[in-house]
């Protein structure tokens, strides 16, 4: 009885306290209107906090991709709430405990939704790491965490797209000039020969679903580099028992290279070329939205001068993530869809065959 009086009392007191006059407020002193001021943004900064957990814990479960246990792969079992309210999960395999929010982008962040999401907006409007830094009030390299997940996020968007009814599919070429090669992921000049340039297939359907896929090989990719790069993201023509009648037809648009000719036969595309020839006007109607494209990501590309090798797929894939959505959503809505997945990404990206000059951004 005597605790529930205490208790009584210091919320009256505090009621009191800040439940004040304008002449009660003007007669404090600088020191206990510090005081006050000071109790009341450490307690909103407190809830502020822990809502947030509770926020990023229900984003991080409605856009996780694998719910499973980070370690073994098993569904997890719920174990009660932690302190602060959050789910708590255990592996009934090897009994590692996490949350929702677990082994995702958002686990430790100390940045609430609302940052985040603000850095992830001035990211997608092009804005360089110094400048999200300064405008959000963050370290630079948080900016560039950040911007890692986004690219992680366009890259899982990207090996999802499965491209299907009308296809567009051209190279883009990288030509470092006078160049020694690759040292570090960074290209170094010398006053020499010309390096090989560096190709990456990009392709995109009517529906906005598409690709870019950097070849590992410098130099013009063959045929089977080609095959290799798209048959896992252009659905084949399917076909009647008689081998003739076309159920489900893809037609591919392409500028009639020699190798694409391999991809077009063993999928059984529908074949619409058109040779470069200045002035045609077919051609420029065929190939205006594959054009467009590429002068897009090209643009792109010169405004992130210094890109890593490594990092050029994933650049490519974060542009036409871009391209593609703001053209068919918006920029707004674009922003939350990549917003929604950056939450359900994983905290960490890795390299393939990280240690040599031909690394690839993977998952």
Not at 84 to 113: E, F, H, I, M
Not at 139 to 149: E, L
Not at 150 to 169: E, F, I, N, Y
Request: hydrophobic share 35%; aromatic share 10%; net charge positive.
């Amino acid at each position: 009885m005597a605790i529930s009086s205490f208790h009584l009392g210091a919320s009256l007191a505090r009621k009191e306290l800040f439940m004040l006059s304008e002449e009660e407020a003007g007669s404090l002193s600088d020191a206990e209107l510090r005081s006050a001021i000071g109790m009341l943004e450490a307690e909103s900064e407190k809830r502020a906090k822990q809502q947030s957990r509770h926020e990023k814990a229900r984003m991080a479960k409605a856009s996780k991709r694998d719910p499973r246990c980070p370690k073994c792969r098993v569904v997890l079992s719920r174990d009660g709430r932690r302190h602060d309210g959050v789910q708590s999960y255990v592996c009934p395999k090897c009994g590692r405990r996490c949350s929702d929010s677990s082994s995702t982008s958002l686990a430790s962040s100390k940045l609430t939704l609302d940052e985040i999401k603000e850095i992830i907006t001035l990211i997608m409007l092009d804005c360089p790491d110094w400048v999200i830094a300064w405008i959000c009030g963050v370290n630079v390299k948080t900016a560039q965490y950040w911007r890692d997940r986004c690219l992680d996020a366009a890259q899982a968007w990207s090996s999802g797209s499965k491209l299907s009814g009308h296809v567009w599919m051209d190279e883009m070429r990288f030509a470092p000039n006078r160049a020694t090669g690759l040292v570090e992921g960074v290209w170094t000049t010398y006053v020499g020969k010309k390096a090989k340039d560096v190709y990456m297939e990009v392709a995109f359907d009517s529906k906005g679903q598409g690709f870019c896929k950097a070849y590992p090989k410098l130099g013009t990719p063959t045929r089977e580099m080609v095959l290799d790069c798209s048959k896992s993201h252009i659905e084949p023509t399917t076909f009647k028992e008689d081998g003739v009648t076309i159920i489900k037809g893809t037609t591919i648009t392409h500028d009639g290279a020699s190798c694409h000719n391999l991809t077009v036969r063993a999928l059984g595309l529908i074949d619409d070329w058109h040779k470069f020839v200045r002035g045609d006007k077919d051609y420029e109607k065929a190939m205006l939205l594959m054009n467009s494209c590429c002068s897009y990501l090209r643009h792109e590309f010169e405004s992130h001068m210094g890109i890593k090798y490594s990092k050029i797929e994933a650049y490519g894939n974060f542009f036409m993530y871009k391209w593609a959505h703001v053209r068919k959503y918006g920029l707004k809505a674009s922003i939350d869809y990549m917003f929604n997945r950056v939450c359900g990404t994983s905290k960490s990206h890795r390299f393939a065959d990280m240690f040599s000059k031909t690394a690839i951004w993977s998952r």
